[in-house]
């Protein structure tokens, strides 16, 4: 009989060390790849999907505007009073992250990077621990490195949403409950509490997911408890009191976070997922149109998109290398492989718990995306390595917690199995996963991430600038826009995103039509050509060229585009033309008026200065000014005074002038006909008012200058007065 083989001595610290020393270069080769890619074909380019530009701009915004006035109280504000329906944290790390490499998108898509190298460190470390042998956590590592859902063009990684770091802090939530022993540590309890709050700041829903899972393992525990030997309902009590510590944990901070977004909660998945109609524009848009095709949507993507060919074609591997080797080295009976699965029983339930309630929830949700599926892809990743350690276990009793040992373990005997021959096939089983994964993401991560011609992509940046340079030099504080179909590379948050990237300031464009979720369904014609009225600038394309998508908005307008037309033609100007994607796109623009004078959100005792040309005045003669009516300082409504200009800005003849104001906004419209047919080039005219009050009695600021009133907010030239 040969002499057992002596274990190797444990590898607490030397596996740490070795670990940290490989994964400072795979990380090293990972952000090599990212930057070179983000700098070549994803930063000087419009940000694809409409929700990236507004990812973009909430962020840009945040660190650019929001810092600047506030400093760091503006992060704790973006806490306290939530402004979006999804979550906090994100747009909240792109900022910090563009405050630290500058304000670009290069930047704030580190968030993603860094996302994923905390998930690799952390799957390989508990998966090592949990096995007792690191080949198993490099084989977890190679595996998500294979799969699709690092690099799907809508929620990878190059993708600035909340979906790609939803799917790493989700992974390494579950990862920690694994860590935990599924909750039979307290302190580790206490870890995965803490970052289940992570994730649902990040983004509210998870805590949808984190719910049922607590509540399965929960109802698990207290069923053990209640039944079986007594050390097993003492050790199932113990778990279920730290489940509950941990999930009250993750809601005490919670909570406060969702009642304080409730109502946008409510606003954005209330109305929009369950009580509106957009839930099944967004299913027709999938292609589902009966049960079967909702119930099996979210398990097609899983295989297609998220853990995809690759992913699916490893992870087969070595689920087969695992049986066969289990099957040619200790020649077990099925009830033995049955009782070696059945040892990780909490590791599975746990892992079956965190697959299954995300797709269940999403299941029951009508309106469908291709990217949330991604959420389930490393429980998948973890559950498929942990049944190959299991079957590639010895026979005997499973370490769950202590030091590495990646030599045999006391139960390693000759009569059970060759430990040498397991060690390799083990390294083997590793060294494939991390090969085959290592080249998926080399591939994926340097294959070509836009598409589209790069003669289109640049003409789609002109076109946002040229609008963008519009409102700037135009003064408008808020510019109103309208386009007449929905596209993701023109609309509110590209012009944003814009603003910020050539000016590194906010642009606040305010989207009428085509724009946002309300923007996708079919409009009337009354109500476009009320939009296109209250709309700064109007971009027409085609009436039927690219209409062919599932938005009800794109069918419908062909109906009657030729009015919009038409309209348009007679009450805007053409700024600029450009024909993307085969498609031509005509930017009309509101006659120009340059507005000065004002102090931030103020009109000071100095006035305004209002410059137009004799041509748009001669068309438009009225001026129209409209903001906020805030009268209650000045003992009443103030009286405009009007008056042109001359070159060296001596004040000439008087202009009619009045104002008006109803349900807490003013209107003041001047009259320029006396002026607008005889003059030529353009006309300058200061308005100012008759009442005012100083400042800095009421501690508002320390300008000398005497306040007036709110600075208005829009302004434009109108053929007659409004009604």
Same mark, same amino acid.
């Not at 650019?64 to 109280?73: Q, T």
């Not at 000016?503 to 369904?521: C, D, E, K, T, W």
């Given at each position: 009989?040969?002499?057992?083989?002596?274990?190797?001595?444990?590898?607490?610290?030397?596996?740490?060390?070795?670990?940290?020393?490989?994964?400072?270069?795979?990380?090293?080769?990972?952000?090599?790849?990212?930057?070179?890619?983000?700098?070549?074909?994803?930063?000087?380019?419009?940000?694809?999907?409409?929700?990236? =530009?507004?990812?973009?701009?909430?962020?840009?915004?945040?660190?650019?505007?929001?810092?600047?006035?506030?400093?760091?109280?503006? &992060?704790?504000?973006?806490?306290?009073?939530?402004?979006?329906?999804?979550?906090?944290?994100?747009?909240?790390?792109?900022?910090?992250?563009?405050?630290?490499?500058?304000?670009?998108?290069?930047?704030?898509?580190?968030?993603?990077?860094?996302?994923?190298?905390?998930?690799?460190?952390?799957?390989?470390?508990?998966?090592?621990?949990?096995?007792?042998?690191?080949?198993?956590?490099?084989?977890?590592?190679?595996?998500?490195?294979?799969?699709?859902?690092?690099?799907?063009?809508?929620?990878?990684?190059?993708?600035? %949403?909340?979906?790609?770091?939803?799917?790493?802090?989700?992974?390494?939530?579950?990862?920690?409950?694994?860590?935990?022993?599924?909750?039979?540590?307290?302190?580790?309890?206490?870890?995965?509490?803490? +970052?289940?709050?992570?994730?649902?700041?990040? %983004?509210?829903?998870?805590?949808?997911?984190?719910?049922?899972?607590?509540?399965?393992?929960?109802?698990?525990?207290?069923?053990?408890?209640?039944?079986?030997?007594?050390?097993?309902?003492?050790?199932?009590?113990? #778990?279920?009191?730290?489940?509950?510590?941990?999930?009250?944990?993750?809601?005490?901070?919670?909570?406060?976070?969702?009642?304080?977004?409730?109502?946008?909660?409510?606003?954005?998945?209330?109305?929009?997922?369950?009580?509106?109609?957009?839930?099944?524009?967004?299913?027709?848009?999938?292609?589902?149109?009966?049960?079967?095709?909702?119930?099996?949507?979210?398990?097609?993507?899983?295989?297609?998109?998220?853990?995809?060919?690759?992913?699916?074609?490893?992870?087969?591997?070595?689920?087969?290398?695992?049986? =066969?080797?289990?099957?040619?080295?200790?020649?077990?009976?099925?009830?033995?492989?049955?009782?070696?699965?059945?040892?990780?029983?909490?590791?599975?339930?746990?892992?079956?718990?965190?697959?299954?309630?995300?797709?269940?929830?999403?299941?029951?949700?009508?309106?469908?995306?291709? /990217?949330?599926?991604?959420?389930?892809?490393?429980?998948?990743?973890?559950?498929?390595?942990?049944?190959?350690?299991?079957?590639?276990?010895?026979?005997?009793?499973?370490?769950?917690?202590?030091?590495?040992?990646?030599?045999?373990?006391?139960?390693?005997?000759?009569?059970?199995?060759?430990?040498?021959?397991?060690? %390799?096939?083990?390294?083997?089983?590793?060294?494939?996963?991390?090969?085959?994964?290592?080249?998926?993401?080399?591939?994926?991560?340097?294959?070509?991430?836009?598409?589209?011609?790069?003669?289109?992509?640049? #003409?789609?940046?002109?076109?946002?600038?040229?609008?963008?340079?519009?409102?700037?030099?135009?003064?408008?504080?808020?510019?109103?826009?309208?386009?007449?179909?929905?596209? !993701?590379?023109?609309? !509110?948050?590209?012009?944003?995103?814009?603003?910020?990237?050539?000016?590194?300031?906010?642009?606040?464009?305010?989207? %009428?039509?085509?724009?946002?979720? /309300?923007?996708?369904?079919?409009?009337?014609?009354?109500?476009?050509?009320?939009?296109?009225?209250?709309?700064?600038?109007?971009?027409?394309?085609?009436?039927?060229?690219?209409?062919?998508?599932?938005?009800?908005?794109?069918?419908?307008?062909?109906?009657?585009?030729?009015?919009?037309?038409?309209?348009?033609?007679?009450?805007?100007?053409?700024?600029?033309? &450009?024909?993307?994607?085969?498609?031509?796109?005509?930017?009309?623009?509101?006659?120009?008026?340059?507005?000065?004078?004002?102090?931030?959100?103020? /009109?000071?005792?100095?006035?305004?200065?209002?410059?137009?040309?004799?041509?748009?005045?001669?068309?438009?003669?009225?001026?129209?000014?409209?903001?906020?009516?805030?009268?209650?300082?000045?003992?009443?409504?103030?009286?405009?005074?009007?008056?042109?200009?001359?070159?060296?800005?001596?004040?000439?003849?008087?202009?009619?002038?009045?104002?008006?104001?109803?349900?807490?906004?003013?209107?003041?419209?001047?009259?320029?006909?006396?002026?607008?047919?005889?003059?030529?080039?353009?006309?300058?005219?200061?308005?100012?008012?008759?009442?005012?009050? +100083?400042?800095?009695?009421?501690?508002?600021?320390?300008?000398?200058?005497?306040?007036?009133?709110?600075?208005?907010?829009?302004?434009?030239?109108?053929?007659?007065?409004?009604?």
């Amino acid at each position: 009989m040969p002499e057992p083989i002596a274990p190797r001595p444990p590898l607490a610290a030397g596996w740490r060390a070795g670990n940290r020393r490989y994964l400072v270069l795979l990380f090293a080769l990972e952000a090599l790849i990212f930057y070179t890619q983000v700098a070549d074909q994803i930063a000087p380019f419009y940000p694809g999907n409409y929700d990236q =530009a507004v990812f973009y701009s909430l962020s840009y915004e945040l660190a650019l505007e929001r810092f600047r006035a506030r400093g760091w109280s503006a &992060f704790l504000s973006e806490w306290l009073h939530p402004r979006y329906p999804f979550g906090v944290l994100f747009p909240s790390l792109g900022a910090l992250a563009s405050l630290i490499g500058g304000p670009n998108r290069t930047a704030m898509l580190s968030v993603n990077l860094g996302a994923l190298f905390a998930l690799q460190w952390t799957v390989l470390h508990v998966v090592t621990e949990r096995t007792g042998r690191r080949a198993f956590g490099w084989m977890a590592v190679g595996l998500l490195l294979s799969c699709g859902a690092l690099f799907n063009p809508t929620g990878g990684l190059y993708d600035y %949403r909340i979906d790609f770091s939803a799917l790493c802090v989700y992974g390494i939530w579950i990862a920690l409950v694994l860590w935990s022993n599924v909750f039979r540590d307290r302190r580790r309890a206490l870890v995965v509490g803490a +970052v289940g709050i992570l994730l649902v700041s990040l %983004r509210f829903f998870t805590v949808l997911y984190l719910a049922a899972v607590l509540g399965g393992l929960l109802v698990a525990m207290l069923g053990r408890a209640r039944i079986g030997a007594l050390a097993n309902r003492e050790e199932a009590a113990r #778990r279920a009191r730290n489940v509950a510590i941990s999930g009250a944990l993750t809601a005490a901070v919670s909570l406060p976070l969702l009642l304080g977004a409730s109502e946008l909660i409510y606003a954005y998945y209330g109305i929009g997922h369950l009580l509106g109609e957009e839930k099944y524009v967004r299913a027709r848009e999938q292609g589902l149109q009966n049960v079967i095709g909702h119930v099996l949507y979210y398990p097609r993507t899983i295989r297609s998109w998220h853990v995809g060919a690759s992913g699916i074609r490893l992870g087969v591997a070595l689920l087969s290398i695992a049986v =066969a080797g289990a099957l040619w080295l200790d020649r077990p009976r099925w009830s033995e492989i049955a009782r070696r699965l059945w040892r990780d029983r909490l590791d599975f339930l746990a892992l079956g718990l965190a697959i299954v309630a995300p797709l269940a929830i999403l299941t029951g949700d009508v309106s469908k995306s291709p /990217v949330v599926g991604g959420i389930v892809v490393v429980p998948i990743v973890l559950a498929v390595v942990l049944v190959c350690a299991a079957l590639l276990s010895a026979s005997g009793p499973r370490r769950s917690l202590g030091p590495v040992v990646d030599g045999p373990t006391a139960a390693e005997t000759p009569g059970t199995m060759k430990p040498v021959v397991r060690r %390799r096939l083990v390294d083997a089983m590793a060294v494939l996963a991390l090969l085959a994964g290592g080249a998926t993401f080399i591939g994926k991560a340097t294959a070509l991430q836009r598409t589209d011609s790069p003669y289109d992509l640049e #003409r789609v940046n002109a076109l946002n600038r040229e609008i963008v340079r519009f409102a700037v030099e135009g003064g408008l504080r808020q510019p109103t826009f309208s386009i007449d179909r929905v596209v !993701d590379y023109l609309n !509110d948050g590209t012009l944003k995103v814009s603003g910020f990237e050539t000016l590194h300031r906010l642009v606040p464009f305010a989207g %009428r039509l085509g724009q946002g979720a /309300v923007g996708i369904f079919g409009t009337t014609r009354d109500a476009a050509l009320k939009l296109l009225e209250d709309s700064d600038v109007v971009v027409l394309t085609d009436p039927v060229r690219g209409r062919d998508d599932a938005y009800p908005m794109n069918a419908r307008i062909r109906e009657y585009w030729g009015d919009l037309w038409a309209w348009t033609r007679e009450h805007r100007e053409p700024l600029t033309s &450009f024909e993307i994607f085969g498609v031509p796109h005509h930017v009309f623009v509101r006659p120009s008026l340059k507005l000065s004078g004002a102090r931030g959100d103020w /009109v000071t005792s100095d006035g305004l200065v209002l410059e137009a040309d004799a041509s748009h005045l001669a068309a438009r003669p009225f001026i129209v000014l409209s903001g906020d009516a805030n009268f209650r300082w000045l003992g009443g409504e103030p009286k405009p005074s009007a008056v042109i200009l001359d070159e060296a800005g001596a004040p000439g003849p008087a202009l009619p002038a009045m104002l008006r104001a109803t349900n807490g906004r003013y209107e003041v419209v001047i009259d320029a006909r006396p002026r607008a047919a005889a003059a030529r080039g353009p006309i300058r005219i200061a308005l100012t008012f008759d009442r005012f009050f +100083v400042p800095s009695e009421l501690g508002l600021n320390t300008d000398t200058r005497k306040l007036v009133v709110r600075a208005p907010e829009s302004w434009r030239l109108v053929p007659r007065v409004p009604e």
